[in-house]
């Protein structure tokens, strides 16, 4: 009698025991998380000096400096990063070298900072300041075959400086100060049989000078000078052993100085005789041998020097074209390559400067079209099977990337442009398409199989190391994620990137891959003078209802030249091919651009961009488009911040524009101004909210049951001013010069809602503003802290709506329309605290429906993201918080904010020279992506009060199955036995 | 219009009544507080209209009272004027005259004090651009000197508002000035109550404007709290923790005592019932066929 009952209960408790340590299993996987929605991508951005190891030291690597200030050692056959480091941007690299096969030398600020770094790890060796008057181009020269007690000295010029430091340990074992006036050394050079230097300075626009410093001690053994009709402009390079080759001012002629003799003897000849075509970029590069290359915008001459007697022209290449420095082969012999653009493909051409006229390698490499133009070369040389020599070179191309050719092929290539990111948006993905089998996404039924017995051995514990490496890369290359298809969270996404070189670059959200490409032509220097500059990237059409057929599309808006009045161009692209729609080069400058929320009828947003006249220009220029903009222009007003003049203006738009019989341009006409005074205060930075903000609720309810109305304006407008005193690095002003002044302006009427001041404050200023709050960053010096102070801001307004009655008997003004005419009465919280990093950028994360309680996203000097509760940061934080303020959340006060170790967004990754951090709100309302770019990329999903609405894809949907077959097998036994039990007791 | 104008001029009369019997000769800066934020208002009062008076310092120096008891410093009676621009293109005209007392502290920073405002009134010209304002549903723009000391400097700050949101009866206009020491930030132009879109034409009945001004300087934020001292001090004392008042046994052990009393129970009732059943099972050994015939009745 007493067996039967126990059995299914011990059935039963045994399930939930196995449910419970299953579940405590998938508790405990925390590490292999990482990656699975994450992945962070290295770069270094584009090279602009390179050199490789000797043959000697056997290791196919090579050492680049990069325009983003990177120093690297890429891995020669893969491209791979071995170390790098990333340097401050106020201490820019200028040179790079390498001495005695193991250490890399580098240049930086100016001529002012040496250092030397270890070659196979990179760590640094030694560094040395040198006191010179910082130089715009100091020059750096390793001398070879300098036997004094077997060390490399490094030679270092700027202005009128030459250091001599030794190459072991940093030590200066000479210093020269020329007393010339005015001296600027152009170059320095080692004679080839002696221990003398030569050093070529500049003083003014006519005098040359010319020293000979023994190598040994720095003492001048010989100095000349010299005035040469005509100016100089500074470029100087050595045609031969004993001729300098100068180019003057007006860039018309070049002169040919002879200075090994007693006096320097010159002459001089027309460039117009040589090359016909001199408009444009000039660049003057010596090739030994007595070969000059000349090289325009248009094409590259190589000019072969006799003597002092004039120049002649050997050859010439028409088609787009870089050179590459020569490179030593053999004693006599030395060799150079050259890259021009032969239509699609491009070609590689290396020659020895013997013998100018014939090709050593003449090699056609297929390249991908939207990298651009050739811009700089490096080439390399290495020994084949058949001991003969072989040329390989890095091409970086103009949209910053950097390829290996070799052997008539592209071996590998680095997409650095990334590394240069101007602005992101997000495009979602098209929806899928009914009828894809499972098996077209998976390759075949065997794979599939094959995966899934993976993961089952691996659930069952009884793979090895090696599966158990497969399974991971499965699970990380899930087809799930990649898919190129919407999903129902909405995490799969397009990120698309614009680059500094005008590139558009699309990144998928799973994995970061490139899914396309597009090196716009509108923004590429090449097609039009003047240098043109990216500068924002928004979307243009976003297709719902009527035009669900039309892929989605964004605007890429750029500049065809530095300055502020440069024409603007405007280029439309397809988001899901990358195929450009449209391009157009407006007949106006751009300053600011205002997406607009309207639409017209295919959906296409119009924007107003506003062009230094302060017209407003209207796109699309569409009759359409007009009519839906003027509907809606008397209720539409900007205002621009003028950081120079320190004025914050507000305007509205007028029908008429200066231009006649264009419909689509608009006046402005000034509705406010703000004036800063610029001896107390200067602007240093203005904020306003997310234009695709959602917020939830207008109602706070605190603890005692009270309701706060949040102040909810689009219109708002965070400014912050400094003390001009504080303008400068934290140390240079004292607390009382320095102060820091918060406003909280409306943006519609002008109106400073809140303005507030922090004596003894200084910047930087890093603000975000969310909501009804605004949170912003700056150092205090009485503290010697940084700190972090929020406002928040009330709709006192609304405050009596707080009556049940009046809400039941309608006279409440809920749902009453809000004006910014009407005065507004608001109620400011703010409080401050300690932070103890300094900051690089801010966000706030944003999700779909604005339900989710908020994070600040910060970017830590150490280049990683923390993401830190708003929570923290609640003006209404007390010391001793009651009761009721406990319940509702309030953390008990304290002077500093926490930093947890496991809130950094990035875990242990860091994002070299982070910029910027952009939240993208999924569809899934817990979720939010977070997308970081500086020089590297990362990408990773966010749930800041967890994942409250969906289970995480560690869930076992196995186990859930498990048990409830389990449970429903329990209660059909204890029925079958209690059916038998009744049954038996019936008969008894 | 007239019942309202008697009651202020009483009120004025009041006023003054109260003024004179604090000081001899009526000022009616005196009873004024000297405070940063300052409310005034002036009403529609009609003033001869004043030249375009560029902003001037008046060379009189008046010492006032607080002044002089306080010894801090001089004060100045500054005067800046208030343009306007009713659009149809012809800028901006002057409209009004804001006087005010310049004050210097001990530290040499100066400040703006007893703000008040006198209206010019409307000329006929001015009125009917106005109503053009109004019908066009245009903006009418006021502007003051960005330092009220230096009329040289060409710099102004501007503010707008639609014409439609001012009538009422009289035009009623609210006017904040932000301030930073003689330098006015911005000044922010506006009507008393709301004024909702859509905006219908209202002509007000008056033609004078009832004005109300703020003058309004920077907060200083508070000093953020520092617990390093508190903390110190909690390291070198006992540190007494404040231990959380007893609780009742009851209030402690409820969860516990509730089910052991049912399970208590259930147990006490079962065993009362056992014994019987067994008493009756022994005594009636024929009480087996009815049990049985109950079940199969269930």
Wanted: one cysteine or more; proline letters at 4%.
């Amino acid at each position: 009698m007493a067996a039967p009952p126990r059995r299914p209960l011990l059935v039963f408790l045994a399930g939930l025991l196995l449910v419970a340590s299953l579940a405590t299993l998938a508790e405990a996987i925390y590490e292999d998380q990482v990656g699975l929605a994450d992945w962070h991508q290295k770069y270094i951005g584009k090279v602009k000096q390179a050199v490789y190891h000797s043959q000697k030291s056997g290791r196919r690597r090579v050492v680049v400096l990069t325009e983003e200030n990177v120093l690297s050692s890429l891995d020669l056959r893969s491209g791979d990063i071995f170390w790098r480091h990333v340097i401050d941007k106020n201490d820019p690299l200028d040179q790079l070298s390498l001495s005695l096969g193991k250490y890399v030398i580098t240049l930086s600020s100016g001529g002012t900072i040496l250092r030397a770094w270890n070659l196979p790890d990179g760590q640094m060796i030694w560094e040395t300041n040198l006191q010179t008057s910082t130089a715009s181009d100091p020059q750096l020269l390793i001398m070879s075959n300098n036997k004094v007690a077997k060390d490399n000295l490094v030679l270092v010029s700027a202005g009128r400086w030459i250091y001599a430091v030794s190459s072991i340990d940093g030590a200066i074992s000479w210093e020269k100060e020329f007393s010339f006036d005015g001296l600027e050394i152009k170059q320095v050079f080692q004679s080839s049989e002696n221990d003398i230097v030569y050093a070529v300075g500049i003083s003014g626009s006519s005098k040359l000078a010319l020293y000979q410093l023994s190598a040994k001690t720095g003492e001048i053994l010989k100095d000349v000078q010299e005035s040469i009709p005509g100016e100089l402009c500074g470029e100087v390079v050595l045609g031969s052993d004993d001729v300098l080759v100068a180019l003057n001012k007006a860039r018309s002629s070049l002169f040919l100085i002879e200075f090994k003799s007693e006096r320097i003897s010159y002459n001089k000849v027309h460039l117009s005789d040589l090359v016909q075509d001199l408009s444009g970029t000039f660049k003057l590069q010596s090739l030994s041998n007595g070969i000059i290359a000349l090289q325009t915008s248009s094409a590259v001459s190589l000019l072969k020097l006799k003597g002092t007697d004039g120049l002649e022209v050997v050859q010439r290449f028409d088609q787009p074209a870089a050179l590459s420095d020569a490179l030593t082969i053999t004693e006599k012999d030395e060799a150079f390559a050259i890259v021009q653009h032969v239509g699609s493909q491009i070609e590689f051409l290396v020659k020895f400067t013997s013998d100018i006229s014939s090709e050593s390698i003449r090699e056609k490499v297929n390249i991908d079209q939207n990298r651009g133009n050739v811009e700089k070369v490096f080439l390399n040389s290495y020994i084949r099977t058949d001991k003969s020599h072989g040329f390989r070179a890095l091409v970086v191309m103009e949209d910053h990337s950097l390829l290996l050719i070799q052997q008539g092929e592209v071996v590998w290539s680095r997409e650095d442009g990334l590394a240069s990111i101007v602005d992101v948006t997000t495009s979602e993905l098209p929806v899928e398409k009914d009828g894809v089998s499972v098996a077209d996404v998976e390759h075949n039924l065997f794979e599939w199989l094959k995966g899934h017995m993976l993961k089952l051995k691996g659930t069952l514990m009884l793979a090895n190391a090696d599966e158990v490496a497969a399974i991971q890369a499965l699970r990380l290359k899930s087809s799930e994620k990649n898919k190129m298809t919407r999903d129902h969270n909405g995490f799969r996404k397009l990120l698309i990137v614009l680059t500094k070189a005008g590139k558009v670059i699309a990144l998928h959200t799973g994995d970061g891959r490139i899914v396309w490409s597009n090196l716009l032509p509108s923004l590429r220097a090449s097609r039009f003078g003047g240098i043109p500059s990216a500068l924002r990237i928004y979307q243009w059409q976003v297709p719902h209802h009527s035009v669900m057929r039309e892929n989605p599309s964004v605007l890429v808006v750029g500049k065809s030249g530095a300055e502020s009045s440069a024409p603007g161009v405007f280029s439309i692209l397809d988001s899901y091919s990358g195929e450009e729609l449209n391009s157009m080069k407006l007949d106006h400058s751009v300053v600011q651009i205002i997406p607009l929320t309207l639409k017209d009828s295919s959906e296409q947003r119009l924007h107003l961009i506003v062009d230094s006249n302060s017209n407003a220009h209207l796109y699309p220029k569409s009759p359409d488009a007009l009519d839906v903009f003027l509907h809606e222009m008397s209720n539409l007003y900007f205002y621009s911040v003028d950081i120079q003049t320190n004025v914050i203006r507000g305007y509205s738009l007028q029908k008429s524009c200066d231009i006649n019989g264009d419909e689509y341009c608009f006046g402005t006409k000034e509705l406010w101004s703000i004036i800063f005074p610029s001896d107390s205060e200067r602007i240093a930075i203005s904020e306003t909210r997310k234009m695709n903000e959602v917020v939830h609720t207008q109602a706070k309810t605190i603890g005692d049951h009270d309701v706060m109305y949040k102040y909810l304006s689009k219109n708002l407008v965070f400014v912050a001013t400094m003390s001009p005193k504080a303008a400068g690095d934290i140390g240079s002003a004292l607390p009382e010069e320095a102060s820091l002044v918060a406003y909280l302006i409306d943006a519609v009427t002008g109106r400073i809602l809140h303005r507030v001041t922090h004596h003894g404050a200084q910047g930087p200023v890093h603000a975000v503003l969310s909501e009804n709050w605004v949170v912003y960053h700056y150092f205090n010096l009485r503290a010697h802290r940084f700190e972090m102070a929020v406002i928040e801001i009330y709709d006192q307004s609304r405050a009596d709506n707080k009556d049940v009655m009046k809400l039941i008997l309608g006279k409440h003004n809920l749902s009453a329309p809000i004006t910014s005419y009407a005065r507004p009465e608001v109620v400011v919280k703010s409080q401050s605290y300690f932070f103890t990093h300094s900051v690089k950028a801010m966000a706030v994360t944003q999700t779909a429906k604005g339900i989710t309680s908020k994070q600040l996203l910060i970017g830590t000097i150490g280049d990683q993201v923390l993401a830190l509760d708003k929570r923290y940061l609640d003006p209404r934080r007390s010391a001793n918080p009651t009761q009721q303020e406990k319940e509702e959340g309030i953390i008990p006060l304290t002077d500093s904010l926490p930093i947890i170790p496991q809130s950094f967004v990035t875990h242990s990754h860091q994002v070299e020279a982070l910029r910027g951090i952009v939240s993208i709100p999924a569809k899934l309302e817990s979720t939010t992506l977070v997308f970081t770019y500086g020089v590297d990329l990362f990408y990773t999903q966010l749930a800041p009060s967890r994942t409250y609405d969906s289970l995480t894809d560690e869930f076992s949907y196995a186990l859930l199955l498990i048990t409830i077959a389990v449970l429903v097998a329990a209660i059909i036994a204890t029925w079958i036995w209690s059916e038998k039990k009744e049954l038996r007791d019936k008969w008894r | 219009m007239a019942p309202p104008r008697r009651f202020l001029l009483a009120l004025a009369a009041v006023l003054l009544l109260s003024f004179s019997l604090t000081a001899a000769a009526f000022q009616s800066d005196e009873l004024l507080l000297n405070d940063d934020e300052e409310f005034e208002g002036v009403g529609a009062r009609p003033a001869a209209p004043s030249p375009p008076a560029a902003p001037t310092v008046s060379s009189s120096r008046r010492r006032s009272a607080e002044a002089t008891s306080a010894g801090v410093g001089e004060s100045n009676a500054v005067q800046f004027t208030l343009e306007h621009d009713l659009g149809g293109g012809e800028g901006f005209t002057p409209a009004g005259t804001f006087s005010a007392r310049l004050k210097t502290s001990a530290h040499g920073t100066q400040t703006l004090t007893k703000l008040r405002f006198t209206r010019n009134e409307l000329t006929e010209d001015e009125k009917d651009a106005f109503k053009k304002l109004l019908q066009e549903d245009g903006f009418y723009t006021i502007r003051l000197p960005s330092n009220v000391l230096d009329p040289t400097r060409k710099d102004n700050v501007v503010s707008s508002i639609k014409a439609r949101c001012i009538p009422r009866d009289s035009l009623d206009e609210h006017i904040v000035i932000h301030m930073d020491g003689v330098n006015v930030l911005a000044v922010n132009y506006g009507s008393v109550g709301g004024c909702q879109y859509p905006r219908p034409v209202k002509f007000p009945s008056k033609w004078t404007f009832s004005s109300y001004t703020i003058l309004k300087t920077a907060e200083q934020a508070p000093r953020t709290p520092s617990f390093v001292d508190q903390l110190l001090e909690a390291d070198n004392g006992l540190g007494e923790v404040i231990k959380p008042p007893e609780k009742s046994f009851w209030a402690k052990y409820w969860m516990y005592i509730i089910p052991l009393g049912l399970i208590v129970m259930n147990a006490v009732t079962a065993a009362a019932n056992i014994p019987e059943e067994q008493a009756a099972g022994q005594g009636q050994p024929g009480a087996r066929a009815p049990a049985a015939a109950a079940a199969r009745r269930r």
